[in-house]
């Protein structure tokens, strides 16, 4: 059975730096794009940021690009999003999917397979 299990959430003052990790199992996704999603209060998910299946291309959606970076270690079937200069608006569930298909990045959640459950990221102005 495929399982994302995202961790590294919490609150934090404007400012600082959150690392959320999300580790997959149930089978190796070193062939798969990865992706990381938001969902803020009263709003609909939304793209964050894609990496290719070798971690050599990466996408951001332009409210967090120069702030946030997305990372894997398929050695640790592991995707990471490093965000930093955290903002009140960045406040949201936070989640990571997998788009089995293919190791394409992609912006479109129809894109993607598998989801985890969500990590709570609350900053404080």
């Known amino acids: 059975q495929v399982q994302l299990v995202e961790s590294g959430g919490g609150s934090v003052q404007a400012g600082g730096s959150l690392r959320l990790s999300c580790a997959a199992s149930?089978?190796?996704?070193?062939?798969?794009?990865m992706g990381w999603f938001r969902q803020g209060p009263g709003k609909e998910r939304e793209f964050i940021a894609t990496?290719?299946?070798?971690?050599?291309?990466?996408y951001y959606a332009d409210s967090v690009k120069g702030r946030f970076t997305i990372s894997r270690d398929n050695a640790k079937n592991t995707v990471y999003l490093q965000m930093n200069s955290l903002k009140p608006e960045d406040t949201a569930v936070y989640y990571c999917?997998?788009?089995?298909?293919?190791?394409?990045?992609?912006?479109?959640?129809?894109?993607?397979?598998?989801w985890g459950q969500g990590t709570q990221v609350t900053v404080s102005s």
């Open positions: 999917a997998v788009r089995i298909a293919s190791g394409n990045p992609s912006l479109s959640q129809r894109e993607y397979g598998y």
């Open positions: 149930g089978r190796t996704f070193s062939s798969s794009a």
């Open positions: 990496i290719n299946w070798s971690g050599g291309r990466t």
